[in-house]
C-alpha cells in the first residue's frame, strides 16, 4: 500500500470513530441532545464516505502504477529519516520543558542540538543563553506569563525576579 | 457607528505612539521571515499569535497587518535577487525578474516591483474602502440564515483550496469541522470528544490548530532542505541602485495599462473565496504576455513580467480582506490565519462585525496602507542586510522557531496537555503537506466550524426548517451545489462525450 494510502485510511477510520463515538454516546447519554448529535454525525458520515471512496479509488490505482526508481526510494526514504528524527527532537524538547521547565529546557536543548551538528561550545552556548533570555524577557516581564517551571524541583527559579 | 466615524475612528490606533513603536519591530520581522524561502508569511503570522493573545485588539491588529506589509516586498526582492520565491506568491515574478537581475538590471526589477506594488496596494485598499458602505448595505439583507448559508458557500469553497483535487480539499474541510466539534457545545452545553478530560471542554484552540498545521511541518521542512541559501548576483550599489530603481519606477508609468488590469484581476479575484493569489498572479502575468508587442521576450527579463505580478500580487489582500470582514468566508489562505486570529481575539467576522467594528474593518485598511509604504522604504534600505539574512543555516533556524512554536502554544492556555495536541496536529499537518493535503482548508473548516452551529440551530429554532426556503438562502445553496458538484460533473460529462 502506498504511504499516501495509509494517511487516508487514517482519515477514513477517523470518520467511522467519530460517528462510533457519536452513536455510543447516544446509548451512554440519553441526555445527549438532537443539538449535540446531529452536525457530527452528518459531517462525519459525509467524511467517511469521501474518505472510503478516495482510499479504494488510491488502493485501486496503486496496483496499476509503476515502481519509482531504486534511487528514487532510498532518497525519500532518507528524507523521512531526517523528518522522523527533526520531530524526535522536538519531541525531546517538549518532554525536558515537561521535566525541568522551558528556560533551563531551552538552554540545554540549543547547546545539545548544535553540538551535535558539530558547532563550537562557546557559539552553541551564546545562542542557547540568548534564546533563554529572550522567552524570560518577552514572557516573563513582557507579558506576565510565569512559564511553566517543570515537575522536578529546581532551586534556581526560586532566584528569578 | 456609521461610516465615516469608522473612517476616522479606524485611523486612531494608528496614532498611538505605543501601537507604532510596536510596528516597526514587527514589520522587520515580517521582512526577515518573508526574505527567508521556504518559511513565508504565513509562518511568521503563526509565530506572531501567541504575542497577538496577550494584547488589546487594536494594538494586535496593527501588529498583524503590519508584520505582513514587509514580508510582500521582501520575498518578491527574494524572487528577484536570488532566482527563490519567499512564498508561494512570487511565484510569477522570477521569470523574468531573475534575468533582469543577471542581465545586470536588478534595481530596475526591484524599483518596478515596488511601484507597481505600492501603487496597486494603495488602488486597491481604497476601493475596497469606497465599497465598504455598498457593501455594509447589501449585508442588511442579510438575516441569520443568510449568515449560515454564507458559511455554508464559505466551506463548500474548500474543494477549490484542495487545488487539484476538490475531494482531498473537502476531506480537509471536513476535518477541520470535526476537531472544531472538540469541546461543550453552544445551544446544548454537551461536552463532546473531550474523552472525560476537563482540559478539552473549551475545545481545541485555535492558536495550536494554526501552529499544528503550519509551523510544525514549515520547521521539519527546512531541516530537509537543509544547508544555506544560495546567493545570487551581485546587485548593483549606490547611485547605479538608485538610478535604476527610478527607471523601474518610470516603467510602471509606461506599462500603466499592463498595471490597471492587474490590479483589477487582482482585486477581483481576491474578492472571490479560495481563488487566492496564486490564481491572481498567473492571469496578470498571462495578460502581460499576451498583450505585449513581444510575448515571445516574456521570461528573458520583460519588465511587465515583474509589474503585472506583484501588482496583482498587491491588489489581492485588499479584495480578500473585504470578503474575509463582510461575510467572514476568507478570500486566501492568508485570510484565514487573518480569520483565526480575529476569532482568538474574541471578534465574530462576518455581517455583524461591519456594524459592531467599522473602526477595525477601516484600521486594517488604514494599516495596510501604512505598512505597505513603510516596510517599501524598509526594504529598500536593508536590500544588503537581507541578502546576508538568507545565508543563515537552517541549524540556526530550526532551535528558535521550534521553541517559539513550542512555548507559544503553551502560553495560550498554560497548561502543558496543549503541547500534547500540538503534537497531534503537528503529525497530521506534516503528513498533510507531504501527501498534499491542503491545510488551509482544514484551518477553515474548524475556524468556521463553531460559528455555522450557532447560526445553523438559531436559524432552526426561529424559523424552523422553513429558513432553508430563503430566496437569499435558496440563491447560495445553489451555489454551494453548484461549486461541490461542477468539478465532478464536467469531468463525468467529459468522459462521457469522449466514450460516445
Known sequence: MKPSSYFLLFIFLLAIAAVGFVFQARGLRPDYTFKARFLPLVVASILTVIAGASLFRELRRGKTTEQSPASETTAEAASEKLALVTGAWLVGYMVLAFLIGFLLSTLIWITAYLRTHNYGWIRSLAISLGMMIFLYVVFDLVFGITLYQGVLPIPIYSFLP | ?500
Request: glycine letters at 12%; proline letters at 5%; aromatic letters at 10%.
Open chain 2, 1 to 500: 457607528m456609521d461610516v465615516w466615524q469608522g473612517l476616522i475612528h479606524g485611523f486612531l490606533p494608528l496614532l498611538n505612539p505605543f501601537n507604532l513603536l510596536l510596528l516597526i519591530p514587527l514589520m522587520i520581522w515580517g521582512m526577515i521571515v518573508g526574505f527567508v524561502p521556504g518559511i513565508g508569511i504565513m509562518v511568521a503570522w503563526v509565530l506572531l499569535m501567541p504575542f497577538l493573545a496577550q494584547m488589546k485588539v487594536e494594538t494586535a491588529l496593527v501588529c498583524l497587518i503590519g508584520c505582513g506589509g514587509g514580508a510582500g516586498f521582501a520575498g518578491a526582492i527574494c524572487a528577484i535577487l536570488i532566482g527563490i520565491p519567499g512564498e508561494d506568491t512570487n511565484v510569477a515574478t522570477i521569470p523574468d525578474g531573475y534575468p533582469m537581475t543577471k542581465k545586470g538590471q536588478a534595481g530596475r526589477a526591484i524599483g518596478a516591483m515596488c511601484t507597481g506594488s505600492i501603487a496597486a496596494g494603495l488602488f486597491s485598499t481604497l476601493m475596497a474602502i469606497l465599497l465598504i458602505p455598498v457593501v455594509m448595505w447589501i449585508v442588511k439583507f442579510c438575516g441569520i440564515p443568510e449568515q449560515c448559508a454564507m458559511i455554508l458557500v464559505g466551506v463548500s469553497f474548500v474543494g477549490v483550496i484542495g487545488g487539484r483535487s476538490p475531494a482531498k480539499g473537502l476531506m480537509c474541510g471536513l476535518l477541520g469541522f470535526l476537531l472544531g466539534f472538540v469541546g461543550y457545545q453552544e445551544n446544548s452545553g454537551v461536552a463532546r470528544y473531550i474523552f472525560g478530560d476537563a482540559f478539552l471542554y473549551g475545545g481545541v484552540s485555535v492558536l495550536t490548530v494554526i501552529m499544528g498545521l503550519w509551523a510544525v511541518p514549515a520547521v521539519i521542512d527546512l531541516i530537509k532542505t537543509g544547508g544555506i541559501i544560495q546567493a545570487g548576483y551581485d546587485i548593483p550599489r549606490g547611485k547605479v541602485l538608485w538610478q535604476q530603481m527610478l527607471e523601474g519606477g518610470k516603467d510602471v508609468l509606461r506599462h500603466w495599462a499592463v498595471w490597471l488590469r492587474s490590479v483589477i484581476i487582482g482585486f477581483i479575484i481576491g474578492v472571490i473565496p479560495a481563488l487566492g493569489a496564486n490564481t491572481a498572479i498567473w492571469m496578470a502575468y498571462g495578460q502581460a504576455a499576451k498583450t505585449s508587442k513581444h510575448p515571445e521576450l516574456f521570461g528573458t527579463g520583460m519588465v511587465e513580467g515583474v509589474i503585472a505580478p506583484e501588482s496583482a500580487r498587491s491588489a489581492v489582500w485588499a479584495g480578500a480582506a473585504l470578503t474575509t470582514l463582510s461575510f467572514g468566508i476568507p478570500g486566501s489562505a492568508g485570510m484565514v490565519i487573518i480569520l483565526a486570529a480575529f476569532i482568538m481575539l474574541g471578534i465574530t467576522p462576518g455581517p455583524t462585525m461591519l456594524f459592531e467594528h467599522t473602526d477595525l474593518c477601516f484600521l486594517l485598511y488604514w494599516t495596510h496602507i501604512a505598512t505597505m509604504t513603510v516596510g517599501l522604504i524598509m526594504c529598500l534600505l536593508a536590500m544588503r542586510l537581507m541578502m546576508r539574512i538568507v545565508s543563515l543555516k537552517v541549524d540556526y533556524l530550526f532551535p528558535i522557531i521550534g521553541i517559539l512554536v513550542t512555548v507559544g502554544a503553551w502560553a495560550y492556555s498554560q497548561n502543558m496537555q496543549e503541547l500534547v495536541v500540538l503534537l497531534v496536529l503537528g503529525t497530521m499537518g506534516y503528513l498533510m503537506r507531504k501527501f498534499g493535503y491542503p491545510a488551509a482548508a482544514t484551518l477553515l473548516g474548524f475556524v468556521l466550524c463553531k460559528i455555522f452551529e450557532r447560526t445553523f440551530y438559531v436559524s432552526l429554532d426561529t424559523f424552523g426548517p422553513v429558513f432553508l426556503l430563503r430566496p437569499i438562502v435558496l440563491v447560495l445553496l445553489a451555489l454551494v451545489v453548484y461549486v461541490i458538484f461542477s468539478g465532478p460533473l464536467t469531468v463525468g460529462m467529459r468522459k462521457l462525450l469522449r466514450r460516445a
